[in-house]
């Protein structure tokens, strides 16, 4: 079992962080990354896990790119880094089970009880993890190296925020996992009591040993069970929905936002019946439009926040899905509740019942449309401050053929013309994003945890 | 070919050097082209039966629009190549080509609403084509947004690339649901402006201005791509010696 | 005069050259613009790391 990483450079701002780092771990080895604040240690260790690529250089697991069999070796690899990568509306638990899930790890509830006990947190079992304190934040972040034995732990800085009790016990973990023949990389200012047998200073830019060119060796790819995947993803779904909805201010303002825009119109143009049963099909669509596109904005924010993308970037999971199921769970939370009012704010429009019908059927076809669209445009921000009204700059030109499509069915419907092209249309379209949607969002998150 | 186009094109080293021996070639080929295009299309082409000498706008506006498209095409191209196959060229190409996409695609536009002003007495109409391009516009000017708030280059090469490609993807979409809005709402007289088939008299220089548009899009690309190449560049030795 | 004229087109057809050209001269300065400050900046940091 061998990783080694040969020849790593990586620049910021044109200026060499570190360069020409190279190293060979077999089992049991230990690599301690020392140097002061800002010398790359986490870039290091990031890139060694295969958050982000090196400006030259490769690392390989097995004699084997880390991006060429990535699925192989997230599955061998935990990594912990500065960010504890938990969902603060949902409970220490909820917590273990999502972590759990993403792991694609089937555990019974007895073992997960047990993992709570070992981190000290059984007593916290129930409580949201916003008012846990950051030591305890910490051991439940260090959860996942218990649900799972993995043959790479890469640490960055794991001792921050624990008491001496804490830094105890997870060193000891570190012995154990070296004494099961684990590899270990960790980064810390500490000197570790462990049997270091590598050491790396960034700063002073040793070349540690001489890497051995490695013949790849054939690795097994992890065999895909439809059972637990299908499980995993659910578990994901069912969690993502639950941090939603216990946030009742981020779900419940698209819907209000929407009430509003529609309610705007008449009082922009006037009472006139006639006028507002013509323009009511355009009201309606932008209304759910200009709500939707908001409410995206903040899809991937308190992931990016609590190092949680990082989670998703590097699980056994395929990300796609992992996409698919936290846009889903989006577009139920902030999408489907305006969809169901929209009737009550069609009625205030004077729209006929015909129209009422289509127009609940045409949200429901093409807000999910609206919502992958705005996943992708959403995951291209990540990482960047305060880009305000970037998103729906860029989405909503994308916006425009479901925005035809809606609205000519509605008017259709005002005229009882048949409406089955229009949906097919409209199906066509979701299918279309669904298929392309995904594969392009995990590009862009994947691009974003790289920064 | 295509190993001869591998060697020329992909290092920045080679490429700064080829085309330093084309810009010549094209700015001659662009004044041939242009003088040629501009001088017949503004005095020698017959004038249009139904619009009169007001038709001649077609040799601006008609080029414009086609190399709008044409550089998205392009750009769409070049983020399929940094994608899949991390072409650092590929990736300046398709930077520098936005800007020039935006200002034709402006310049399409306001051509085109100039020739509406006696053609159809008002500035704007919201037929199928004019549409289209005004989207385009959106799409351009999002992506200059994108590539302006990211600030690490690989990742802004990237995430630039992904919204092209979105855009690739969904321009048919939204240019024949345009199509198709602008039928639903005008009803089925024909959009007052049908194209009519062109003589060859008027034809020939409409083709050397579409040509020499191109050439001038290729010469500002080149002039731009040996900058932004220069700089990516600028700590290694070629460039320290292309410079001095 | 006719040619100015274009049979009662003239103010369009020739802003819309005018138009044109403006945009074409634009995007060549800029061109040249960025050049010179390219050169710039990269001499100055050759000064800098000898």
Known sequence: MKLTFHNV?????????????????????????????????????????????PQ???????GHSIFAVRASYQQQLHYIGHKNGIKPPLTTYENIQLQCALRNGEHTPEELEAILKQLRLENLRDTQAMHLSAGQL?????????????????LDEPLTALDSAGQDYLLQLCQEHLAQQGILIIATHQDLALEKIKTVHLNKKTVPMPSLAVKPTP?????????????????????????????????????????????????????????????????????????????????FRQDEQEGYLDLLALSPLPLSLLILS???????THCLPFILISPVLGALLQLTLLQELTLITALLLGTPVLCLLGGVGAALLVGLRNHGLLLPILIMPFYIPVLIFGTSALLAAGFTQPLSGYFAIMGALFLLSSACAPFLTSIALRNGVSQ | MLHWLNQRFLSPKLFYETSTAMLPWLVALFTLTFAYGLIDGLFFAPADYQQGDGFRIIYVHVPSAFTAMAIYAVMACCAVMTLVWRIKIAAV??????????????????????????????????????????????????????????????????????LAIIGIINL????YSVIWWNTLHQGPTISKFATPSIAPSMLYPLLAMIAAFLFFYVFILLLRMRNQLLLRDSQTTWVKEALQ | MSILHMGGYGAYIWSTYGLTLLVFGFNVFR???????????ILQQIKQTP
């Open chain 1, 56 to 62: 030259a250089g490769t690392v390989c697991w097995q």
């Open chain 1, 138 to 154: 910490r051991r439940l972040s260090l959860a996942k190296l218990l649900l799972q034995k993995t043959a790479v732990w890469i």
């Open chain 2, 172 to 175: 048919p979409i939204i240019h």
């Open chain 1, 219 to 299: 690795l097994d790819e992890p065999m895909p069970n439809l059972a637990t995947l299908s499980r995993s993803i659910a578990t994901t779904f069912y969690h993502e929905i639950k941090t939603i909805l216990r946030q009742a201010c981020s779900w419940l303002t698209p819907l209000l936002f929407f009430v509003i825009v529609v309610c705007l119109f008449p009082l922009a143009l006037g009472p006139d019946p006639v006028l507002l049963h013509t323009i009511a099909p355009g009201i309606l669509w932008v209304a759910a439009l200009l709500a939707t596109i908001i409410s995206m904005g903040n899809v």
């Open chain 1, 9 to 53: 450079t990586f620049e910021r701002a044109s200026r060499p962080l570190f360069s020409h780092i190279q190293g060979e771990l077999q089992a049991g080895d230990c690599l301690h990354i020392q140097g002061a604040n800002g010398s790359g240690k986490s870039t290091l260790l990031r890139i060694l896990a295969g958050l982000m690529e």
């Open chain 3, 31 to 41: 061109a040249w613009q960025e050049k010179r400050y390219v050169r710039k900046i």
């Open chain 2, 93 to 162: 190409c398709m930077a520098c080509s936005a800007p020039l996409g935006a200002w034709f695609t402006l310049l399409a536009l306001v051509t085109g609403s100039i020739w509406g002003k006696p053609m159809w007495g008002t500035f704007w109409v919201w037929d199928a084509r004019l549409t289209s391009v005004l989207i385009l516009l959106f799409l351009f000017l999002g992506f200059l947004a994108l590539q302006s708030v990211i600030i690490e280059q690989r990742n802004r090469d990237r995430a630039t690339s992904v």
């Open chain 1, 326 to 332: 936290k846009l889903l769970s989006h577009w139920a």
